[in-house]
């Protein structure tokens, strides 16, 4: 098993990097001790049931301004989508459990195996979290120049059936939690359109939800 950690860098050009960083190997760099990486048996159930979505039919009723953070040190998270697939690219399939969220919700996400075959995935902290803006999809999230978000170059294996599954707090600490210790949220969540991008694969995968915050 590789132990390598990528470091992605941010801005619109994908800059990765290898290192070693800190105690692992876990899925964000952190010296803690993480189970987050077990390939999850997701149930055997029709990818089309209601509760499991890709995205809104319809188009966003709210479409945030550009993102702009308060700190002109701060840069958001790689932002590479190239080759992105909403919904299923075989053999993964991932889905979101509601089209809309109030703030402070837990979106549940599941990436499962429909092929055959096993299938390798990369880990779980490989996601990022968008916001649709007026100058596109934008990653809501990022850490202060000249700090590192590193990410494990583990590959997890999915048996036909299997694969994981996240439970992300629709709140600025939420979505930091599964990721590097220097990524935090900026500026503060707002009702709008955001989109789940999984880049643990070959192609980053997507599903897309709507947000309330009062």
């Known amino acids: 098993m590789?132990?390598?950690?990528?470091?992605?860098?941010?801005g619109a050009s994908l800059g990765v990097g290898a290192g070693c960083v800190g105690p692992g190997p876990n899925d964000t760099g952190r010296p803690t001790p993480s189970d987050g990486d077990t390939p999850t048996p997701t149930p055997a159930r029709s990818l089309t049931e209601p509760g499991r979505y890709v995205r809104p039919a319809d188009g966003p009723e709210t479409v945030r301004q550009p993102l702009d953070c308060d700190s002109d040190s701060f840069e958001?998270?790689?932002?590479?989508?190239?080759?992105?697939?909403?919904?299923?690219?075989?053999?993964?399939?991932?889905?979101?459990?509601?089209?809309t969220y109030d703030y402070g919700e837990t979106a549940r996400i599941t990436l499962t195996n429909t092929g055959e075959t096993t299938a390798t995935s990369g880990i779980k902290a490989k996601h990022r979290v968008e916001a649709y803006t007026e100058a596109g999809w934008q990653p809501v999230g990022g850490a202060n120049r000249g700090d590192s978000l590193p990410y494990y170059d583990l590959g997890l294996s999915h048996d036909p059936g299997e694969g994981l599954e996240w439970g992300i707090t629709l709140t600025e600490?939420?979505?930091?939690?599964?990721?590097?210790?220097?990524?935090?949220?900026?500026?503060?969540l707002r009702t709008g359109r955001y989109r789940f991008v999984f880049w643990g694969v070959d192609d980053p995968l997507a599903v897309a939800f709507d947000l309330r915050r009062e």
């Open 76 to 99: 958001r998270q790689n932002g590479a989508t190239d080759g992105l697939q909403w919904g299923d690219a075989a053999p993964f399939a991932p889905r979101i459990g509601s089209h």
């Open 173 to 188: 600490s939420g979505l930091s939690e599964p990721q590097p210790a220097a990524y935090r949220v900026c500026p503060a």
């Open 2 to 10: 590789n132990r390598r950690a990528f470091l992605v860098g941010f």
